[in-house]
Every structure is written in structure tokens, then in C-alpha cells.
């Protein structure tokens, strides 16, 4: 089976654009979860999505959004970007029931 | 709280046993993971435990688990080169049908020759 892919890879914008990275879990996964990964604030919980429903959601603001279409394919968007958003955004899908959860490579944001 | 704590570095030499400690706090937690994250990568799941266990053994990997303490190892027997990365301890939280998951800030390991 492919592996979690996430577009694009790497992404340079200026405060104030937004932006919309993709994730495609596994197949036949349809749980996708979606993380910030910064030196200094680690990884952090963004949220999750099961069956095209925002099952869980951490602790960013508004500015931070997502959604799952019917093929469970990911996407989420974060709008008016700081240079505080620049960071590593990983996705990671798992299989209802099981308890493995499988990272994608990630999309790096740099906010310039 | 939701901290999971680990220390930051770990140096071994090459051929040794690696040992890389996590506690946590959620003591209802069903899952604790490690994962492996190499440079420019995302993150590679190891192994996980599950609550009611106290041990797990994968090849050269041990997991131990003290829940009293809610204290977490990882083990790598004859550490290699290749086990040159960034350690991430977490642990699953669930609530009712949503759960997440809570990292540690990793342990960055380091061999020597």
C-alpha cells in the first residue's frame, strides 16, 4: 500500500496570504489527523477528521481549518498567515479500531 | 495536564544499549507510542504499548512501562549509526468516539563511534 502523501512539500508565502495543503491517507484509512511541528512548541494537535466530520480539535484559532472529502482525502487551510504559522504540518491517517497512526513526510511553511 | 516530558539529548556509543525515558501525566491514557524521526522526515512509528501492558520487546527495541509512575522507556539494543534521530514518546487520549494524541518535545539521540 502507498504511504500518506502530503502537497506540496514545501510552500514559501508573505503574512497575510492563506494557504491549503493536502494530505491522502492510506487506503482504506479513514481516519486523518493533522499536527504542527515547530523547535519551539513541538508538535502540537491540530485536528482530526473521520468520515468527512471533525471528530476532535486542538487548541489553534479560527484561522486554522480543515475538511474531508468522501474519499477521505484531507485538506486544511489557515488564512491570514503570521510568521508564527511557519512551520513543519503533518498529517497522519489510521484505520478505525486500530491504534497505529502513519505520518506523512509533511509540508514545510515558510511565512515570510 | 496533557504534558508528556522527555529529556532532550542522548549520546551512547555505537554498539551499546540506548535508553530514552518519557513520562506522562494522563493516567486514563490507552496507548503511549515512540516514534523515529530522521532529518527532512516525517515521523516513523516504532512501537506502542498498550496501558495494561508493562512490557513489549520488537527486535532490538523494549518498551517498558511503569504506570504507577506513568514512566515510559524505549530500549535499542546495539545501537547503530543509523539509529541517528529525533525520539518522540507520546500517548493516545481518548474521549468517548475522538482521541488524540500528545508528543513530547523528543529526545534527540547522538552515537559515537
Known amino acids: 500500500k502507498a504511504g500518506v502523501t502530503q502537497t506540496p512539500r514545501y510552500l514559501i508565502k508573505t503574512r497575510g496570504q492563506q494557504v491549503t495543503l493536502s494530505c491522502s491517507p492510506i487506503?482504506?484509512?479513514?481516519?486523518v489527523s493533522w499536527y504542527q511541528q515547530t523547535p519551539g512548541q513541538g508538535l502540537q494537535f491540530l485536528f482530526e477528521y473521520f468520515s468527512e466530520t471533525q471528530r476532535n480539535k486542538g487548541n489553534f484559532p479560527g484561522r486554522f481549518s480543515g475538511r474531508q472529502f468522501s474519499n477521505s482525502r484531507s485538506e486544511m487551510n489557515v488564512s491570514t498567515l503570521e510568521l508564527g504559522d511557519s512551520a513543519l504540518y503533518l498529517c497522519?491517517?489510521?484505520?478505525?479500531?486500530?491504534?497505529?497512526?502513519?505520518f506523512g513526510p509533511g509540508t514545510r511553511l515558510t511565512v515570510l | 495536564g496533557e504534558d508528556v516530558e522527555q529529556s532532550l539529548f542522548l549520546s551512547v556509543r555505537e554498539g551499546d544499549s540506548s535508553v530514552i525515558n518519557c513520562t506522562y501525566t494522563d493516567s486514563s491514557s490507552t496507548y503511549l507510542y515512540w516514534y523515529k524521526q530522521e532529518p527532512g522526515a516525517g515521523l516513523q512509528l516504532l512501537t506502542y504499548?498498550?496501558?495494561?501492558?508493562d512490557m513489549k520487546q520488537d527486535q532490538r527495541l523494549t518498551v517498558l512501562l511503569n504506570k504507577k509512575d506513568k514512566h515510559l522507556s524505549l530500549r535499542i539494543a546495539d545501537t547503530q549509526t543509523g539509529d541517528s534521530a529525533i525520539y518522540f514518546c507520546a500517548e493516545r487520549q481518548q474521549y468517548s468516539s475522538a482521541s488524540k494524541i500528545i508528543f513530547g518535545s523528543g529526545t534527540r539521540l547522538s552515537i559515537r563511534p
Open positions: 504499548i498498550f496501558s495494561n501492558m
Open positions: 487506503s482504506g484509512h479513514r481516519s
Open positions: 497522519a491517517s489510521s484505520d478505525e479500531g486500530r491504534n497505529e497512526q502513519f
